[in-house]
């Protein structure tokens, strides 16, 4: 259940990058630049799912990828049938989980030292527990969030009426 919190909560810092059709020449090839070398998910209009591809190709009229089921076939739907394109960036998801796992880590610790904090030394027993439990929650977030990834979605809208 908590991994599902973490992942959900990784999953809620996400970017996204609207694109107005028709796709234009510049707007193909920053998209192009953006999934270069990545696996992205593809969402058609009315679908319910989306389709994972690789090798992903933004041109102003299509878009292209490699489909990642075992026959690995070439797919090309019309600029008009994509909804969006959606891509996760691993190493943004692992930062940002190590920052959010530093920080809860750290209140956990000073939540756990506050009932026991007496005298002077209490200061070094609350850096002493501090940090070992901010390093903890830093990895292991970070583990989380390099595995499951910061999404980015670009988004093609349609133009205004």
Avoid at 129 to 146: C, D, K, W
Wanted: charged share 20%; proline share 6%.
């Amino acid at each position: 259940m908590k991994l599902w919190l973490i992942a959900f909560a990784l999953a809620a810092c996400s970017t996204t990058r609207a694109v107005q059709r028709p796709v234009s020449a510049e707007d193909a090839a920053s998209i192009n630049a953006e999934v270069e070398g990545k696996t992205a998910a593809i969402q058609l209009r009315n679908a319910i799912c989306c389709s994972n591809g690789e090798d992903v190709l933004v041109t102003p009229d299509a878009i292209e990828w490699t489909d990642e089921s075992p026959a690995r076939k070439r797919i090309r739907a019309p600029a008009e049938a994509v909804e969006q394109i959606i891509v996760r960036y691993h190493g943004d998801g692992a930062a940002r989980g190590a920052l959010v796992g530093g920080l809860v880590g750290a209140a956990i610790a000073v939540l756990a030292w506050i009932p026991a904090a007496k005298g002077e030394e209490s200061n070094e027993v609350l850096f002493f527990i501090t940090v070992p439990f901010a390093a903890a929650g830093a990895l292991v977030f970070a583990l989380i969030g390099g595995v499951v990834g910061l999404p980015h979605h670009i988004e093609l809208t349609s133009p205004p009426p």
